[in-house]
């Protein structure tokens, strides 16, 4: 029985306007995912997208896995569609449900009519089918308030749909739709969230990296294009900007007070970032930071990292424990790659008490005492290695 995937679309639908350029990315983004399963065909109509198979060797598992990665769904659903007329209608329910039915002690059906020409109105269906099918599972009750299992039937256009109940979508706005930021992708567990969330309210991204080779090594960068990997599953595929930081980094151990030395790098990767991200046309940095978290993350040294340089820096973490972030983290496929016990340029010549409440004053005299990271960190920033990361090519780690 041939299956078709439907896409309830979320908050677009309170779009007015600019609705239909909203539904035209949703439409792209599908084509494109579905485009790796074999052969489908996408459209839509009243607020849903229609993704069908053309042919018998469309994988429609695999396809459905990656709808479900989608932002712009509030709702998913997988469904055989028939003819809009009663007799094949319950036939249809029977044929494609009644297994599932068997399993179950309580069930109720809920029809839905949007086109107003199908004679039977929908609670008259609901009663009708359900009544079939009573006769067809003798064993089953009717339970409107909490059954086991519902039966849905949509009379669309198109014609009659019908399916078990909906799955949740992953919500938010069709990616891009907000515009494009530069996530600071560390190999932690917290970056690869903040690059989730935001791309869930519609920011296309790109990654920037920050590598010190020989302190960190090509592992833990691989580990980093894993990461960005696996977050395009959700974001489509990116740029990942590796940095060699390793002079910048080192010329800031040597010539500035150990206790700043933490927000004073950060300050540096914050420049650095913004230089590529005016390049390739970013309005937004994006980064896993937490109010807290550690001591470059405390309000004072967020201020000094804020006012390195000019673009809006998002931080959707910022007010998240860390256990709500690993559960994002687990939910989203990044956190064993992230717990890899690779190094990370953040961590290394960290000092053992850092400042907790920096001010600006004594950053600007720190920085006043290095003359030479400027250039240090132009250098940085011409020799950044670009790697294209794609939603279907896996970086296998071993
Ligand atoms: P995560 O790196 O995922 O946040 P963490 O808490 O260990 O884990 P922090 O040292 O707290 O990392 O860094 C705060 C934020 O700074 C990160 O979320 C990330 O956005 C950015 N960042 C840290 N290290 C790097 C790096 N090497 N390259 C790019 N961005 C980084
Ligand atoms: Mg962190």
Do not use: W
């Not at 994988?59 to 769904?73: H, I, L, M, P, S």
């Not at 969230?193 to 990296?209: E, N």
């Not at 001591?295 to 959707?316: E, F, H, M, N, Y």
């Not at 990044?334 to 950053?363: G, M, N, Q, R």
């Amino acid at each position: 029985m041939k299956e078709i995937i439907l896409c309830y679309q979320g908050e677009i639908v309170l779009k007015g306007l600019n609705k239909a350029g909203f539904e035209s990315m949703l439409a792209k983004i599908l084509r494109y995912r579905a485009k790796f399963c074999g052969n489908f065909k996408v459209y839509r109509a009243q607020s849903t997208m229609y993704v069908e198979p053309l042919d018998e060797f469309a994988d429609v598992d695999a396809c459905f896995e990656r709808v479900r990665k989608v932002f712009g769904f509030a709702a998913l659903s997988r469904a055989v569609v028939c003819e809009k007329n009663f007799e094949t209608i319950c036939e249809t329910a029977e044929a494609y449900l009644g297994d599932k039915l068997r399993t179950v002690k309580t069930f109720k059906v809920e029809a839905k009519r949007s086109d107003k020409t199908f004679p039977m109105k929908s609670p008259e269906l609901s009663a009708q089918l359900g009544g079939y099918l009573l006769s067809k599972h003798p064993h089953l009750r009717v339970n409107v308030k909490n059954p086991d299992f519902t039966v849905m039937v949509e009379i669309r256009d198109f014609g009659a749909y019908i399916h078990g109940p909906k799955v949740p979508g992953a919500g938010g706005l069709p990616v891009g739709s907000s515009g494009r930021a530069m996530n600071l992708l560390s190999g932690g567990i917290d970056s690869p969230v903040a690059a989730y969330r935001m791309a869930r309210r519609g920011l296309a991204l790109h990654h920037i990296h920050f590598a010190s080779p020989p302190y960190t090594s090509e592992r833990a960068k691989m580990k980093v294009q894993s990461l960005a990997q696996i977050v395009s599953e959700y974001t489509g595929n990116c740029v990942l900007y590796v940095v060699p930081y390793t002079k910048p980094q080192e010329y800031i151990r040597d010539n500035a007070p150990d206790v700043l030395f933490t927000v004073l790098m950060r300050r540096s990767m914050m420049r650095i970032a913004s230089k590529l991200a005016h390049e390739i046309e970013c309005d937004a940095l994006v980064t896993g930071e937490s109010l807290a978290q550690v001591a470059s993350q405390t309000l004072k040294a967020l201020q000094c990292t804020d006012c390195a340089q000019d673009l809006p820096v998002l931080r959707p973490l910022i007010g998240l424990d860390k256990s709500e972030i690993t559960e994002t983290a687990r939910a989203i496929g990044t956190f064993e790659t992230s717990i890899l016990p690779y190094e990370d340029c953040c961590t290394i010549f960290t000092p053992p008490h850092p400042k907790t409440k920096p001010t600006i004053a004594e950053i600007l005299e720190a920085e006043a005492g290095m003359p030479g990271l400027a250039e240090l960190e132009q250098q940085a920033a011409e020799q950044v290695e670009r790697i294209l990361i794609k939603q279907d090519e896996p970086i296998d780690l071993l």
